[in-house]
C-alpha cells in the first residue's frame, strides 16, 4: 500500500510541470517516508536508516542555511529601498501608520479568534491528568527561564540597537529593523547626496535576489528532506492524546485562511482571495516546509512582485516587517494553547486572565522571530504574565506540546507568511500601487522558484 503511494507520487512528481507541485509532491513524499524509515524512538537503540537519515538532514540542513544566509543582506537593502521610494517623511508616517495598524488589527482578531475557540471546545478538559504529570518539567522549566528580558520595559528599550553593526552579525532582526527604516528615511531626506546610498542598496537588493533564485534550485530536495526527517523524529503517533488541541489550533488557522483573509481582501480592496494565494503558492509551500517566516522572505518576496503585481516600494516595506513582527497565526497559538493548558491543570479561567493572555500574546509573539517553534519559546512571556505560581505549574504541560511542535510550527509559518502578504497587498491596492493586470493573469506569471 505504502509502496503504491510512493510510486504514484514519484510519477506525479515527474508529471507536474510546475515547480510549485514539485514541492507538494516533494513534500508528500518526504512525509510518506518519514512514517517508513523512522528513526528509533529509544534513546539506546540503534538507528536502522543511520545513513538515510544522515543524508536527508544534511540535505535538509543546508537549504535552510542558504535561504537563511541571504535574510539580513535582503531585510536592511529590501527596506532602504522601499523606505528611501516612500519619499518624505509624512508618507512614511502616514504609510508605517497603515501597515502598523492592520498588522495590530490581524493580531488582536487572531487573538481574540484563538480565545473564542479555547474556551469553546474546551481542549485541555479532555486530557488525563497523569499524561500531563509525566512531563519533563525540569529541563523545561530550564529552557524557558533562558528566554530573556521578559519584562515589558527592557523589550521595549531592546527594540533600539546599542550598536546596529552588532545587531546585524547577530542577525537581530528587530533593532536591524528600527535601525534601518530611520536610516532609510534619513536617507531620502538628505535628496541628492543619498542617491549614491540608494544606488548602492538597489544594486545589493537586485543581487540578493538574484541569489535567492539560485539557492531555490535547491527548493524541491530541501524541502523533501525537511518534511521528511520532520516526520521520522516524531511520526504522526505522538499525536495522541494531544489531537484534540491540535485540531482546535489547525481550525483556528483555516479560519484564518479561509474567511479572514478572504474577507477582508474581498471588502477592502475587491480581490479574489484564490488570486492571491495561487500567485504566493511557492513561498506557501517553503514556509511549511521550513517552519521559518524569516528563511521565506526572499520567496515571499519575489512572488509578491513578480506575480501579485505588488510593487516594489510596497513589498520591500511591508515584507520584511511582516516577517518579523506580524504573526497572526503565533498569536492565536499562543492564547490557545496556555488556555488549554490552564484548562488542563484546572487553573480557573477567569475573564480577567482571558484578557491578559489576549493582551500578552500580541506581544509575545511581536516579540517572536520568525524561525522555528520561536511561538512555543516565547510563551514563556505569556505565562509569566499570569503569575510566577502558573508558570512553574503549565511549564512541565508544555514539554509535552514540544512533541508535536513542529507540524503545528509548519502549518502557523504559512499563515503568519499568507497573513503578511495580505497586508501588502491591501496597502498596495489603497495606495494605487496594485497591478491588478498582472495578478489576475496566471497565465503571463513566470516561474519564481
Ligand atoms: N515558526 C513561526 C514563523 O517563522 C513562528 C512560530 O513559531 O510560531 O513564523
Known sequence: MRAKAFWLILVALGLGTKRHWHILVAILLGVLLGISFPYPNMLNQPDKYYLIHQFFDVVGQLFIRLITMIVVPLVVSSLIVGVSSLGDSRQLGRMGGKVLFYFLLLMSISALLGAGLALWFNPGAQLQQNFLANADTASIIRELQQVPNQDLQAMFFNMIPRNPIESLAKADLVPVIFFTLLFGAAVASIGEAGKPIINFFESLFTATMKLTDWVMVLAV??????????????????????????????????????????????????????NVYRAISEAIMVAFGTASSSATLPITIACMERRAGVSNRIASFVL????????????????????????????????????????????????????????????????????????????????????????????????????????????????????????????AWTEVV
Not at 526527517?229 to 479560519?255: C, P, R
Not at 479572514?260 to 475587491?270: E, G, N, S, T, V
Not at 511582516?322 to 493548558?341: D, H, P, Q, R, S
Open 320 to 443: 520584511p516587517t511582516g516577517a518579523t513582527i506580524n504573526k497572526t497565526a503565533t498569536t492565536m497559538f499562543e492564547v490557545i494553547a496556555v488556555i488549554f493548558l490552564m484548562q488542563a491543570y484546572h487553573i480557573p479561567i477567569t475573564p480577567d486572565k482571558v484578557g491578559i493572555i489576549v493582551l500578552f500574546s500580541i506581544i509575545a509573539s511581536i516579540g517572536a522571530a520568525g524561525v522555528p517553534s520561536a511561538g512555543l519559546i516565547t510563551i514563556a512571556i505569556v505565562l509569566n504574565s499570569i503569575g510566577h505560581y502558573e508558570m512553574d505549574y503549565l511549564a512541565g504541560g508544555i514539554a509535552m506540546l514540544w512533541s508535536i511542535d513542529r507540524v503545528l510550527d509548519m502549518c502557523r509559518t504559512v499563515v503568519n507568511v499568507v497573513s503578511s502578504c495580505t497586508v501588502a497587498t491591501l496597502v498596495a491596492s489603497s495606495e494605487g500601487e496594485l497591478n491588478r493586470d498582472i495578478l489576475n493573469n496566471h497565465d
Open 221 to 274: 530536495p530541501g524541502v523533501f528532506s525537511l518534511a521528511f526527517i520532520t516526520v521520522a523524529k516524531s511520526g504522526l503517533g505522538v499525536f495522541g492524546q494531544l489531537w484534540i488541541y491540535a485540531v482546535v489550533i489547525l481550525l483556528g488557522l483555516l479560519i484564518q485562511l479561509f474567511v479572514i483573509f478572504p474577507l477582508m481582501l474581498k471588502f477592502l480592496a475587491r480581490i479574489n482571495f484564490m
